[in-house]
């Protein structure tokens, strides 16, 4: 994983969701879209990890107490500098990196870890362990 700093801050246009990305799969921040900036931004991410054989996973966090991702992922949140959303990057369940410069990977509230999956069929929001073991078996029997 490199580190990308966002370069755009705050809302409506903040990419901290793009710069976040782009690390993980150590890629330049000009060859990730700065998803926020599209109608459906959560459709413009699909079709963007679709692009490179991924498909996310969203997981509340709160539903995952026993569970958390290994490698690396997204971690959602409130701001700290604001009544706005965030994005990290996490490793193993815990805040990694922070793309805002200086940024010391505090969120006040955790939403969402966004696991990037491959061979999977399609996105899948799961409440628990139980439902994503439920869906990889699902997958990897192609019933999906």
């Known amino acids: 994983m490199k580190t990308i700093h966002q370069t755009i801050f705050g809302p409506p246009d903040g990419n901290c969701w793009q710069a976040a990305t782009a690390s993980i799969l150590n890629l330049g921040l000009d060859e990730v879209p700065n998803f926020v900036t599209f109608d459906d931004w959560d459709a413009e991410f699909l079709r963007f990890l679709r692009e490179h054989d991924l498909y996310p996973i969203y997981l509340e966090v709160e539903k995952s107490e026993d569970w958390k ?27 990694y990196f922070d793309p805002f410069p200086g940024g010391d990977c505090q969120l006040e509230s955790l939403r969402y ?15 628990n362990l139980e439902q994503l073991k439920s869906y990889v078996e699902k997958v990897e029997a192609e019933e999906l």
């Open 113 to 127: 870890y966004i696991i990037f999956a491959a061979r999977l069929i399609r996105s899948q929001k799961v409440d």
């Open 69 to 95: 991702p290994l490698g690396f992922h997204l971690i959602t949140g409130e701001s700290p500098r604001g009544e706005y959303d965030h994005v990290i990057v996490g490793k193993n369940g815990k805040a």
